[in-house]
C-alpha cells in the first residue's frame, strides 16, 4: 500500500542574528516559544489539534532541560502536547522534521511541529572536573572542622572557567580547523571561497530586498524593545577586495577566514506537518511534501568531517524515485563556503552528478544568513518552498552536514 505523503502546511522562523547581539538575553526556551506560537497563528488551527513538537538543539542548556518542553511552555500552546528535543548537530531541525513525518506516513500522529533553535549567547562557560567536585564537596561538610580542612584545599585554577568551544571530541579539533584541511583535500582555493561567500551575501541582499523573506520571517520584540525584522549580518556591499585584507582564522597558512565562514547565530525556526489528508480535512492548503529523506556517517578519522551529505545525496535521490537532473533548487548548507564547493566537487567524483551552480543557495545561505545550529534545517525547508513556489518548479534538495562526520538529506516537492 503506497503510504500517504506529508505535507509541510506552514512555518516561520525568527531572523538570525549573530550570538551576543540583540537576542543575548533571551533564553533558548523564549526563543524558540516565537516560531511555535506564530506557527500555529499564522495556520489557524485549534493548537489542540497538534500531536507532537519535536524540537532540535545543539548547545543545550547546562540544566539539562527538555528544550522542545520549556519552549512549548514558553509559546503558551497547550501543555498537553508531547515534546521530543533532538540533537543531530547542525541537521537537528531537518532531523525533527523527517522524524514528525515518519510518525504521520505511520500513523501514529496527526499532525506534528518540526522546530529548531540555538542560542550561542546562552552557552556557559564551564568549570573542570576537579573543581566541580570541589565545591559539590563544601555540601557535604558535617561540621565547621570538616570545612576549615576543605576550605584549606582550594586552588586559584578552580576559579579559572573553561571557555565554550565546539571540537570533535574523537580528533580534537574544531570543526573550522577540519573545514580547512577539507578545503586543502579538495584544492578549494582561498579566492574561490571568498567568490562563494560573496554571491551568498549578495544573493540574500537581493532576495531580503525583493520581499522573499516576508513571508516567513517573523519580527521579535527583544527584551531591550527593540523589534527585529531582518537578518542582520548580511553584507551585500562587501568586496573581495574587502574579504581579501582578512586573516585567516584556523591556521596561518589557511583559508578559511570570518568572511567565508558562517558566523556564531542565535535563531529559532518551526515548521508545520500533517499528512495529506488531514491538510485537506482542516483546510489547510500545503506548501509542498516530503519526497525522500536519507541520512549516512563517515568515519571521521579516515575522511573529511563534514563530507557525508554526498553520502546521503543518492540515497535520499532513490528514496525519492528521482535523480539529480529532476532537481530544480539545491540548498546546501554553508557551515563554509570551503565545505560546499567541496562537496560540489566530491559529488562529481563518485559519480552522483553535477550541480548547476545557477540553482545552488539562489537566495543567500548560512555564510550570509547565519548559522544556529539546531534552528537551520528550518530555515532551508521554508526558503526552499519559498522559492519553488515563487519559480513554479517542482522538486528541491536540501544538504546539511553536522559534526560528528553526519549528513542529512532531503527532498522536497512544491505544492
Given at each position: 500500500m503506497q503510504k500517504e505523503r506529508v505535507a509541510i502546511v506552514g512555518g516561520v522562523r525568527t531572523p538570525f542574528v549573530r550570538a551576543r547581539g540583540v537576542f543575548q538575553k533571551m533564553s533558548p526556551a523564549q526563543l524558540g516559544g516565537l516560531p511555535l506560537k506564530e506557527t500555529v497563528q499564522r495556520t489557524g488551527i485549534d493548537p489542540k489539534l497538534i500531536d507532537e513538537v519535536f524540537m532540535g538543539i545543539v548547545s543545550s542548556p547546562a540544566e539539562g532541560s527538555n528544550i522542545a518542553r520549556e519552549a512549548l511552555f514558553d509559546s503558551g500552546l497547550p501543555p498537553s502536547i508531547p515534546c521530543t528535543t533532538i540533537n543531530r548537530y547542525c541537521a537537528s531541525s531537518l532531523e525533527a522534521a523527517a522524524s514528525i513525518g515518519a510518525k504521520i506516513q505511520a500513523g501514529q500522529i496527526q499532525l506534528g511541529i518540526a522546530s529548531g533553535v540555538e542560542s550561542i549567547s546562552s552557552i556557559r562557560a564551564l568549570f573542570s572536573n576537579e573543581a566541580t567536585d570541589y565545591f559539590q564537596d563544601i555540601a557535604k561538610m558535617k561540621s565547621k572542622a570538616q570545612m576549615l580542612m576543605h576550605l584549606a584545599k582550594f586552588k586559584m585554577k578552580y576559579l579559572a572557567p573553561q571557555a565554550p568551544g565546539i571540537k570533535e571530541p574523537t580528533t580534537g579539533l574544531s570543526m573550522g580547523q577540519s573545514a580547512d584541511l577539507m578545503a586543502r583535500?579538495?584544492?578549494?582555493?582561498?579566492?574561490?571561497?571568498?567568490?562563494?561567500?560573496?554571491?551568498?551575501?549578495?544573493?540574500?541582499?537581493a532576495a531580503w530586498d525583493r520581499g522573499f523573506y516576508a513571508r516567513h520571517v517573523m519580527s521579535v520584540a527583544t527584551p531591550a524593545g527593540k523589534v527585529i525584522s531582518q537578518d542582520p549580518d548580511i553584507r551585500g556591499d562587501s568586496t573581495l577586495e574587502k574579504m581579501a585584507t582578512l586573516r585567516p582564522v584556523f591556521y596561518k597558512d589557511g583559508t578559511i577566514t570570518a568572511a567565508n565562514a558562517s558566523p556564531l547565530t542565535d535563531g529559532a525556526s518551526a515548521v508545520m506537518l500533517t499528512s495529506e489528508s488531514r491538510a485537506k480535512e482542516l483546510g489547510l492548503p500545503p506548501l509542498g511534501y516530503i519526497r525522500g529523506y536519507a541520512a549516512a556517517a563517515i568515519d571521521i578519522k579516515k575522511e573529511a568531517l563534514l563530507i557525508a551529505p554526498i553520502y546521503a545525496v543518492p540515497k535520499a535521490l532513490k528514496d525519492a524515485g528521482l535523480s539529480l537532473a529532476d532537481i530544480d533548487l539545491f540548498e546546501i548548507h554553508e557551515a563554509f563556503a570551503a565545505q560546499v564547493l567541496s562537496t560540489i566537487k566530491a559529488l562529481e567524483q563518485n559519480g552522483t552528478g553535477k550541480i548547476d551552480r545557477t540553482k545552488l543557495n539562489v537566495n543567500g545561505?548560512?555564510?550570509?544568513?547565519?548559522?544556529?545550529?539546531?534552528?537551520?534545517g528550518g530555515r532551508m525547508i521554508l526558503q526552499t518552498l519559498e522559492e519553488l513556489r515563487a519559480r513554479g518548479k517542482r522538486y528541491g534538495l536540501i544538504s546539511v552536514c553536522a559534526a560528528g562526520g553526519l549528513?542529512?538529506?532531503?527532498?522536497?516537492?512544491?505544492?
Amino acid at each position: 500500500m503506497q503510504k500517504e505523503r506529508v505535507a509541510i502546511v506552514g512555518g516561520v522562523r525568527t531572523p538570525f542574528v549573530r550570538a551576543r547581539g540583540v537576542f543575548q538575553k533571551m533564553s533558548p526556551a523564549q526563543l524558540g516559544g516565537l516560531p511555535l506560537k506564530e506557527t500555529v497563528q499564522r495556520t489557524g488551527i485549534d493548537p489542540k489539534l497538534i500531536d507532537e513538537v519535536f524540537m532540535g538543539i545543539v548547545s543545550s542548556p547546562a540544566e539539562g532541560s527538555n528544550i522542545a518542553r520549556e519552549a512549548l511552555f514558553d509559546s503558551g500552546l497547550p501543555p498537553s502536547i508531547p515534546c521530543t528535543t533532538i540533537n543531530r548537530y547542525c541537521a537537528s531541525s531537518l532531523e525533527a522534521a523527517a522524524s514528525i513525518g515518519a510518525k504521520i506516513q505511520a500513523g501514529q500522529i496527526q499532525l506534528g511541529i518540526a522546530s529548531g533553535v540555538e542560542s550561542i549567547s546562552s552557552i556557559r562557560a564551564l568549570f573542570s572536573n576537579e573543581a566541580t567536585d570541589y565545591f559539590q564537596d563544601i555540601a557535604k561538610m558535617k561540621s565547621k572542622a570538616q570545612m576549615l580542612m576543605h576550605l584549606a584545599k582550594f586552588k586559584m585554577k578552580y576559579l579559572a572557567p573553561q571557555a565554550p568551544g565546539i571540537k570533535e571530541p574523537t580528533t580534537g579539533l574544531s570543526m573550522g580547523q577540519s573545514a580547512d584541511l577539507m578545503a586543502r583535500e579538495f584544492k578549494i582555493s582561498r579566492k574561490e571561497q571568498d567568490e562563494f561567500a560573496l554571491l551568498s551575501h549578495q544573493n540574500a541582499k537581493a532576495a531580503w530586498d525583493r520581499g522573499f523573506y516576508a513571508r516567513h520571517v517573523m519580527s521579535v520584540a527583544t527584551p531591550a524593545g527593540k523589534v527585529i525584522s531582518q537578518d542582520p549580518d548580511i553584507r551585500g556591499d562587501s568586496t573581495l577586495e574587502k574579504m581579501a585584507t582578512l586573516r585567516p582564522v584556523f591556521y596561518k597558512d589557511g583559508t578559511i577566514t570570518a568572511a567565508n565562514a558562517s558566523p556564531l547565530t542565535d535563531g529559532a525556526s518551526a515548521v508545520m506537518l500533517t499528512s495529506e489528508s488531514r491538510a485537506k480535512e482542516l483546510g489547510l492548503p500545503p506548501l509542498g511534501y516530503i519526497r525522500g529523506y536519507a541520512a549516512a556517517a563517515i568515519d571521521i578519522k579516515k575522511e573529511a568531517l563534514l563530507i557525508a551529505p554526498i553520502y546521503a545525496v543518492p540515497k535520499a535521490l532513490k528514496d525519492a524515485g528521482l535523480s539529480l537532473a529532476d532537481i530544480d533548487l539545491f540548498e546546501i548548507h554553508e557551515a563554509f563556503a570551503a565545505q560546499v564547493l567541496s562537496t560540489i566537487k566530491a559529488l562529481e567524483q563518485n559519480g552522483t552528478g553535477k550541480i548547476d551552480r545557477t540553482k545552488l543557495n539562489v537566495n543567500g545561505g548560512s555564510v550570509a544568513i547565519g548559522h544556529p545550529f539546531g534552528a537551520t534545517g528550518g530555515r532551508m525547508i521554508l526558503q526552499t518552498l519559498e522559492e519553488l513556489r515563487a519559480r513554479g518548479k517542482r522538486y528541491g534538495l536540501i544538504s546539511v552536514c553536522a559534526a560528528g562526520g553526519l549528513g542529512s538529506v532531503m527532498i522536497i516537492e512544491a505544492a
